[in-house]
């Protein structure tokens, strides 16, 4: 809790021990940071007090088909050991020569959604080897944590993700880093308003000033944002002392913090 306000951290990177070192110096390589965290899920535990935080929804991204089942079973086992203090969101890969059971197998281990990542996974959001997996996602009503944004590539902006929102009406996008990593701006013009978009606040209050942030924030609505670090790359005690500084009304701080995470992974 902080200030009386139950914290659900919505989008947390978490890998098994032994290479957990070499996954983050990876996504350190490919984004020119230095990650605050070590990815794994003994510091999350060590954090919950120190940060405030209550509810992790952790998960972690299959670079190749291969691994999806391994680490859908690694998250859910996570899950497992942590008590209550952990929610899984599981992986899937375009390539995988069997999506429906990789989905029903997700399912079945009891994770919560998706988490989507195209830059690193290397698709673009409209490939239509992704149509199966929002088709599945929006049967199954398994929301998707999807990566946005990335001024260096065209897999993840608005003009891919526009398109998919409005052909799989029924299918719920969490776009991570409010719509539009290094697109701040320019994605919440393009992507406010549209009904089946929420996002997340992860990877932008290091790279933009409060106002910009509070203003974004109110442009999607209080009612369409949650909140997020994207640990193991910011620190979580950084992350919280900044969005309770942004301004926003106390009724806002309970729907990001924990209201509509609550809504979209612990039905
Ligand atoms: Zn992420």
Redesign the pocket.
Known sequence: MVDGFYVIDS?C?IYPEKIASRAVAGTDNFYGTVSFGNGITDQLRELKEISGTDLYIVQSVATTAKQVGSINEFIANEVDKGDGLFVGLGTLYPDSDNIKEDVRHLISLGLKGV?L?PDIQNFKIDDYRCLKIYELCEQEGLPILM?TGDNRYDNSNPNRLVPVLNIFTGLTVIG?HLGGYSIWNEASEKLAGLDNLYVDCSSSFPFIDKQTALDIIRKYGADKVLYGT?YPMWSPMEEIKTFMSLGLTDDEKRKILSENAKKLFLK
Do not use: V
């Open positions: 989008h990177h988490k990542h990566h991570a994207d």
